[in-house]
């Protein structure tokens, strides 16, 4: 049974960083691709980045430079590096990882930033 795992989230001080993981389980193989999104309140979830099994990354507008898509695939471990958060950034974040023709999602970690 796949799982995914996210950690990391918490509250933190607008301009603070935080560094989301994403942990799977239950598959036989290298993950490669990963996608990260969020959900504000109220919103649709949408998202934040996503890299390919190639490396190749993809990130939102509203990212501008801040953050950072990293896999450790040997480990199926996924992150994602958030700095100079904003108080529009808080959300609770989801990763996804593709395998085949399913998609898989964690049960998502909060993210919160408030002075």
């Known amino acids: 049974q796949v799982q995914l ?4 989230g918490g509250l933190v001080q607008p301009g603070g960083s935080l560094r989301l993981s994403c942990a799977v389980s239950g598959v036989m193989f290298s993950v490669d691709a990963m996608g990260w999104y969020r959900q504000a309140p109220g919103k649709q979830r949408e998202l934040v980045a996503a890299i390919s099994s190639g ?3 993809v990130y939102a507008d509203f ?3 801040r953050f950072a898509i990293s896999r450790d695939s040997a480990n199926n471990t996924g992150y994602l590096q958030m700095n100079s958060l904003k108080p ?6 989801y990763c996804n990882v593709p395998l085949g023709v399913k998609s898989y999602w964690g049960q998502g970690t909060q993210v919160a930033v408030s002075s």
């Open 55 to 57: 490396g190749s990354t």
């Open 5 to 8: 795992v996210e950690s990391g």
């Open 63 to 65: 990212v501008e430079g």
């Open 88 to 93: 529009e950034d808080t959300a609770v974040y």
